[in-house]
């Protein structure tokens, strides 16, 4: 299965390796997911079995959501970046406004709902 991941593993792999080799990022392994702490305070992002958090979610109860991305790109293979992947980074960066007016919480949509799901998480 990791060949139809293509896409998102050779991304998630070679940012792994340069934070973790060249940036010396700690990380750690949560279900079947290297999860990767980048300073700072930006989120977080699954690219298949890599999941890159920041200082606030790296340690904390969002990996089991990044965690749901990752059986996302498993299930939906090299359809996850279009049907999950541009979604999901649309809704977190343009819809910040829309949410607030419409006091939508960001896990409503559907990204990020089923990640929630599969991950575990109640968020």
Request: aromatic share 26%.
């Amino acid at each position: 299965m990791y060949f139809f991941e293509f896409p998102q593993n050779v991304i998630g792999f070679v940012t792994f390796k340069l934070y973790t080799k060249i940036y010396k990022c700690p990380f750690y392994k949560y279900q079947e997911a290297y999860v990767t702490h980048v300073k700072g305070r930006w989120g977080a992002i699954s690219l298949s079995r890599y999941i890159f958090a920041d200082d606030t979610y790296f340690q904390s109860e969002m990996i089991k959501h990044e965690y749901g991305h990752t059986l996302q790109s498993k299930k939906l293979l090299f359809f996850y970046l279009p049907v999950i992947g541009l979604p999901s980074l649309i809704w977190n960066k343009f819809f910040k406004g829309y949410r607030k007016r419409k006091r939508q919480s960001y896990y409503a949509f559907y990204t990020e709902a089923w990640a929630n799901k599969l991950g575990g998480f109640h968020g």
